[in-house]
């Protein structure tokens, strides 16, 4: 198949979305645990930020994620006709 | 096309009369359990009924929902709804690692076994933005299958087998056996259990064939479909 512009555009804002997704992933998992010792001294909610973190703020976020990444693709594919299934 | 659409519109009214009755026995199910206990059945058999009828729910549905065809095998032909789907993914998140693994991991690691809670839910973003569009646009439904097709020959597809296998064994050896140990069986360890069961049988009925599989480690990391399997 020929690749042509569009599909070269389409695949740039592929590859945006999925950075952005990946820089958001990283500093809820590796950044929030790494520095865990220093965020435990601020207080969410009465909880350690690391450990609220780590038992629910991260995976809020992964929900978040996951939610952005399927509304979004699902958009670049309408727009872009390469969308497969109902719309 | 319009044939198409109406023919996934009554499959998905199918797979809602199915949910409703699976409710509504599972609710019923468990009224006459609880009156019978108020009657006095001993604890150990209503133990025993939940276990086995769960369990035999599970084997039945497996054994009506058999298949041998393979896109049928991993994603039940694409032709599972999304919210159908989505509730798979749910029960497959909500497995006995995750309910008994996090909990011993947890009591005995402290917030060190919070990484246990992270890695289940954020390994699946990886999966879902890096690795399962991939494999479903190239028609692959494991690791190893896309790297046999990608590379080419069975020897890519033996060590993506045999790395797949690696990791796996790796991630399961820590987290299950912990909380087992220290608990044992209890009418809350039942229920958790039978909780697990009914849960997998509701995510859809080759789906959850394919959980199934995956727990007893026949097939390996199937690409979750996409939101758009309407």
Known sequence: MQLTEKHKEYWDRNLKLTLVLTIAWFIVTFVMSFFARELATISFFGWPLSFYMGAQGSLITYLVIIWVYAKKMRQLGVEYGVHEGDV | MSSQASSNRAFFNELKTYYTWYTG????????????????????????????ATIGLYAGIGIMARTADIAEYYVAERRVPAIFNGMATGADWMSAASFIGMAGGLYLLGFDGLAFIMGWTGGYCLVAFLL??????????????FLGARYGGNLARFI???????????TQK?????????????????????????????????????????????????????????
Do not use: M
């Open chain 2, 174 to 230: 820590d987290s299950t056996p912990a909380a087992i140990d220290d608990v044992g069986p209890t009418p809350l360890s039942r229920a958790v259990a039978a909780t697990l069961t009914s849960h997998a049988s509701q995510a859809g009925r080759r789906s959850a064939q394919h959980a199934c599989a995956r727990h007893t480690g026949r097939a390996r990391r199937a690409a979750p479909t996409n939101e758009d399997d309407a």
């Open chain 2, 132 to 145: 399962a569009p991939y494999l479903r646009k190239f028609g692959q439904f494991t690791i190893p299958d």
């Open chain 2, 160 to 170: 993506g087998v045999l790395s797949t296998r690696r990791l796996d064994a790796e």
């Open chain 2, 25 to 52: 026995g599972f609710i019923v199910f468990l009224i006459a359990l609880a009156i019978l206990e108020q009657l006095g059945l001993p604890k150990v058999w209503i133990g025993h009924v939940f276990l086995f």
